[in-house]
């Protein structure tokens, strides 16, 4: 089945503690992106990457690292995580960059920083 | 500054009724408008997109509607069901400055069908 893969789920840390949210796609596609989810606020694009060892930052992307070494994966890094990163993580990926291509979001990952 | 204003933030329906939700513009620049359904505890998932150089497009019982001089686009659900029940993201594409395609977001609209 094609789809997007995040885990964990759910995830309680504590300020400060390294953490890694992992996302893989199965569907061969270039471009893949990280966005948090915040009520009132909308969907905010945190990282995006075109392909392999490419990757630039989104609107909101203080905080968090990413690395695309392999096509399928793409992990969101949050080296000193703080309560205002508190969120609902969607990692997302399209065949490619161009106007109509869709993209595909993974089931997120709900963030608790205490 | 929100570049896509979506409204309204919430909706209720009656089953078999029409929702209506609506987005504006201002951004000339932006050329393809895709509409996104998230359900409770997925991710979005696109739902039907149409290009400014057409009015309307029609996909079973969800259309969109656009208006290219008020800057304007619509989603209708025809005959709403329960199954309907979700949140529903309206976007538009545009260049970034590194030359990549962008969604920009509307902050989206809760439809709840009452059986």
């Known amino acids: 089945e094609a789809q997007v893969t995040q885990n964990p789920r759910y995830l309680i840390t504590v300020t400060g503690k390294k953490l890694t949210v992992t996302c893989s796609q199965n569907m061969n596609h270039e471009y893949m992106s990280w966005y948090r989810q915040d009520p009132g606020l909308g969907l905010r694009q945190i990282y995006y990457?075109?392909?392999?060892?490419?990757?630039d930052k989104g609107d909101v992307p203080e905080g968090y690292k990413v690395s695309r070494k392999e096509k399928r994966n793409f992990p969101l890094i949050l080296e000193s995580p703080s309560p205002n990163q508190t969120s609902l993580y969607f990692c997302?990926?399209?065949?490619?960059?161009?106007?109509?291509?869709?993209?595909?979001f993974g089931n997120g990952t709900r963030l608790t920083v205490t | 500054q929100q570049q896509v204003k979506q409204s309204p933030q919430s909706l209720i329906v009656q089953k078999g009724g029409i929702s209506i939700i609506n987005c504006a513009y201002e951004n000339t620049a932006f050329d393809y408008f895709p509409w996104y359904q998230q359900f409770p505890g997925k991710g979005p998932a696109l739902l039907i997109a149409?290009?400014?150089d057409v009015s309307e497009k029609k996909e079973g019982r969800f259309t969109i509607s656009f208006n290219k001089s008020a800057k304007q686009f619509s989603l209708h659900i025809m005959d709403s069901q329960p199954g309907d029940s979700a949140t529903y993201f309206c976007?538009?594409?545009?260049?970034?400055?590194?030359?990549?395609?962008?969604?920009?977001w509307g902050l989206g609209t809760s439809l709840a069908v009452n059986p």
């Open positions: 149409i290009r400014p």
């Open positions: 997302a990926s399209s065949p490619s960059s161009v106007y109509n291509s869709p993209l595909h």
């Open positions: 990457s075109m392909n392999v060892e490419v990757t």
């Open positions: 976007a538009a594409t545009e260049f970034n400055a590194g030359n990549n395609r962008k969604l920009i």
